[in-house]
């Protein structure tokens, strides 16, 4: 299992996304949240998008691998049923979560592998997140000011991804997760310890 976090608006649903239109053989996890859909998200397909009641009655039945309040408003976690069942048949599973969610996995199954997508700056973050315009003006503070925590927290991960193209970001991903890459590759991945790793294809 390959587990994916970063800052906000950093693109992980992006380049999520793109691995799984490019490489169908990857299982990615379907969260479940609290808030409600921004334009364009599909129930079940984006996330799973659910009630707080819900959500309280899926943490107190032991249903969440992780789960976390996130920008100190909504939920968000992952089902524990469907990842345990795509592990057990061998499938090339993906986690597309917060900080909070990485920690907690890491606890549980530290057998994972935990990858950093980081942007190419924090100013390209700013425009990022402004440019997405889903978000008013408290809530971009709210996220900016949490994005600076999580780009700290990028030495506790094993690789480093710099999201700088989608597409080169998704194929690095899908090589570190040990899946031939299609196409261009990522020059390199910095390692834990500022090395490269070189994604091959």
Do not use: C
């Amino acid at each position: 299992m390959t587990v994916l976090a970063g800052p906000t608006a950093v693109g992980k649903g992006t380049v999520s996304a793109d691995v799984r239109r490019r490489y169908p053989q990857v299982w990615l996890s379907v969260s479940a949240t609290t808030r409600p859909p921004r334009p364009g998200e599909v129930h079940g397909v984006h996330y799973l998008f659910v009630s707080p009641e819900e959500f309280d009655r899926m943490v107190a039945e032991g249903q969440m691998l992780e789960w976390a309040v996130v920008h100190g408003r909504h939920r968000y976690g992952t089902p524990r049923g469907p990842v345990e069942e795509r592990l057990a048949a061998g499938v090339p599973t993906l986690l597309e979560i917060d900080l909070q969610g990485a920690r907690q996995v890491r606890d549980s199954m530290p057998e994972a592998r935990f990858v950093f997508l980081a942007p190419p700056s924090f100013d390209e973050l700013v425009r990022r997140l402004v440019g997405r315009g889903t978000e008013d003006a408290e809530e971009r503070e709210r996220r900016l000011a949490t994005a600076r925590v999580e780009l700290a927290a990028e030495q506790e991960f094993d690789v480093t991804i710099v999201n700088d193209d989608v597409h080169r970001a998704a194929d690095a991903l899908v090589g570190v997760m040990g899946i031939p890459v299609t196409g261009a590759v990522a020059g390199g991945v910095a390692g834990p310890v500022g090395g490269t790793a070189q994604v091959g294809g």
